[in-house]
């Protein structure tokens, strides 16, 4: 067959479509019936969860893994085009969710559709649609433990830029921890401050800190640091009370690899060496980054296809969580991230999908898939 032929008709009807389909996290129900439903008229037998996760399989043996997310965050903002119309404007689908991450899920349709004319002889293709990832709601990956097996696995949710012809490759991402800092002093008549101990001017002490921290960095095999920022603070103070309590959360982007236990330390450390006493830190949640050897197979195959199709292979580590870290570390399949959406375009108002970028992200997919296949034994 020629691989790297999709049908844009196709391609962005079913993106349209995708797109007129509410689907918020939680409420997945429905979209997850059309692509189940899609995914049968090209001779699939999917499954579908209490969760709404779809999941469907074609060919035998080594098995590459696709992942696209269903859900979508809340269309805030001021928009200037029905959120949900899947409207088409100069070579643009625009929609809540159209880039992140219904271009995933469109594109791995047509990947499902190309396939099942043209069953691979040899490997096995792993389609999973997921959903609950903007809501981090962990309940809807938990139900994937011991059901999803795969050697290897792409998340199609990172970016491609057709104008420049450069595709970003994901192989890894910093961590995500929430710590909730309790920072502690002594209640007073505001009218005689100095006999107080005013928990917000101590609270501020570790803003302060954190806000001038030199944070650790990997250097190799690729350059990254970690970022700490303060994101709320708050007190149940009167306003003629001096406050003897300051509620802080700290949100700290670990090192790809460090671990719960690290990062614990890490931020216990810094408080204690700022406020000495009187505080109380809780790791309210922890979800570890990852990091694959860049001599993977998977990652040597993308590049290449990357390449093979005249792009360049822009190799990196995410700024932000992604699930590909959940593929990687709790399923045991090094998974990288590849696709279609368009930079600049998640959580946006206006939110759209370059139709080009939608086109040309799955083609790269597409070949990186038949380019593995053809390596299994």
């Known amino acids: 067959m020629e691989e790297t032929v999709c049908n844009k008709n196709f391609l962005v009807k079913n993106l349209m479509e995708l797109v007129q389909i509410p689907s918020l996290s939680g409420k997945e129900e429905k979209i997850a019936e059309k692509v189940t439903e899609t995914l049968k008229t090209f001779g699939y037998q999917p499954k579908i969860d209490e969760y709404y996760n779809v999941v469907a399989e074609i060919g035998s043996g080594k098995t590459i893994l696709l992942n696209a997310h269903l859900d979508h965050v809340p269309p805030v903002g001021n928009w200037t085009i029905d959120p949900y119309s899947g409207k088409i404007v100069n070579g643009k689908v625009y929609g809540v969710g159209a880039s992140d991450n219904k271009s995933g899920v469109a594109a791995m349709l047509e990947i499902a559709r190309i396939l099942s004319k043209n069953k691979p002889s040899k490997g096995k293709v792993l389609f999973l649609f997921t959903s609950r990832e903007e809501s981090g709601k962990t309940e809807a990956r938990k139900i994937l433990m011991g059901k999803i097996k795969a050697e290897a696995g792409i998340c199609l949710d990172h970016h491609i830029d057709v104008k420049n012809r450069i595709a970003e490759l994901i192989v890894g991402c910093r961590g995500i921890g929430n710590f909730e800092i309790e920072v502690y002093g002594k209640s007073y008549h505001s009218s005689e401050p100095e006999k107080g101990v005013n928990a917000i001017y101590r609270a501020l002490k570790l803003v302060n800190t954190v806000q001038n921290l030199k944070p650790p960095t990997l250097q190799k095999p690729l350059k990254v640091k970690a970022v700490a920022s303060i994101t709320k603070i708050n007190t149940n103070g009167w306003a003629t009370r001096i406050p003897d309590q300051c509620k802080l959360t700290l949100n700290y982007r670990s090192l790809p690899q460090e671990k719960r236990k690290q990062a614990e330390k890490r931020i216990l450390n810094l408080t204690k060496k700022t406020l000495k006493k009187?505080?109380?830190?809780?790791?309210?949640?922890?979800?570890?980054?990852?990091?694959?050897?860049?001599?993977?197979?998977?990652?040597?195959?993308?590049?290449?296809?990357?390449?093979?199709?005249?792009?360049?292979?822009?190799?990196?580590?995410?700024?932000g969580w992604v699930d590909a870290a959940f593929f990687t570390n709790q399923l045991k399949i090094p998974t990288i991230c590849l696709g279609p959406v368009t930079p600049g375009q998640a959580h946006v108002e206006n939110e759209y999908e370059n139709i080009q970028n939608l086109i040309y992200g799955t083609k790269i997919v597409l070949r990186t898939v038949l380019n593995y296949l053809q390596h299994q034994k």
């Open 278 to 319: 009187d505080f109380k830190i809780t790791l309210k949640t922890y979800h570890e980054g990852y990091l694959i050897p860049l001599n993977h197979p998977i990652i040597k195959i993308a590049k290449k296809s990357v390449e093979e199709l005249k792009f360049k292979p822009k190799i990196s580590i995410a700024k």
